[in-house]
Each structure stands twice: as C-alpha cells, then as structure tokens.
C-alpha cells in the first residue's frame, strides 16, 4: 500500500508508534513501514511534483493498493474484459516481478495494482514508487 502524506516526520512516528518497524529508503522521501506481513510506502511531497499533485488533489490518505495475484497476464486479461481502465500492461521489474496498474480512479485517488512475484520478493523501491507518480502525472498532462 502506497500512502501519500503531507508531512512524512509525523506519519513515520505515527506507524513507530504502532508497532512498524520504519526505515529509509534510498530516497528520503520514501519510508516503508513493516508490521506483519503489510508494508505500507509512505511518500512525502519532498521534491516530486506528480507527489505534490496528488496531495493536491486528494490530501494525504491511500494513493496505491497491491494486490498479489497468481497471473498478472491473466489479470489484465480479466480486467480488459470487465471494462476496467489501466495505466499499463504488465511490466516485469528487475527482480522478476509482473504487475499491471489500473488507471487512478478520480473520485477517491486510488490506483490498484495486481502483482505476480515470480521472482524473490523485495519491497517495492522508492524508484517504483517515484515512477508510478510519474506515469499518474503524465497522464494528467495529456487530459
């Protein structure tokens, strides 16, 4: 889950104090927090516009839903034939992750993904995190 916050300080103090455990990624701007199982990507508005966009628009509060599925080819298979909007097609990272992204839904300011780990599980790095407000940005931009 990606969470789009205004001030990173305190909702990184808020999920220590609930137990996560928090550290830095390798863009100050972006903390995972980990607490059983769930990571939680929180995203301040540091220097990236599409993030301030987003803040913007929606305030702080869930940007990003990933969801692990079996197939991310069957997924957007299933998804095209239920008229769902997408951002992309299946992209594969450099650790073998497939994963396909629904276009960010205007009402709320969520963005669903589907992942298929068929490589070994990492978190998702702030380098995803970045590109995928990025794509949401330049997409905005052709609107």
Do not use: K, W
Not at 81 to 105: C, K, N, S, Y
């Amino acid at each position: 889950m990606v969470v789009a916050v205004a001030d990173l300080v305190a909702a990184t103090e808020f999920f220590t104090e609930m137990g996560f455990r928090t550290y830095v990624t390798d863009d100050a701007d972006v903390i995972n927090a980990e607490a059983g199982g769930v990571t939680v990507v929180l995203v301040g508005p540091g220097h990236n516009p599409a993030v301030h966009t987003q803040l913007a628009q929606h305030g702080s509060g869930v940007q990003h839903i990933a969801i692990e599925v079996l197939n991310a080819g069957f997924t957007r298979d299933a998804l095209d034939a239920a008229g769902v909007p997408r951002l992309t097609d299946v992209i594969v990272d450099a650790h073998g992750h497939e994963q396909v992204f629904t276009a960010l839904d205007p009402v709320t300011g969520v963005q669903l993904s589907f992942i298929s780990r068929t490589g070994h599980r990492v978190p998702m790095g702030s380098h995803n995190v970045s590109a995928m407000f990025e794509a949401i940005s330049n997409i905005d931009s052709e609107a």
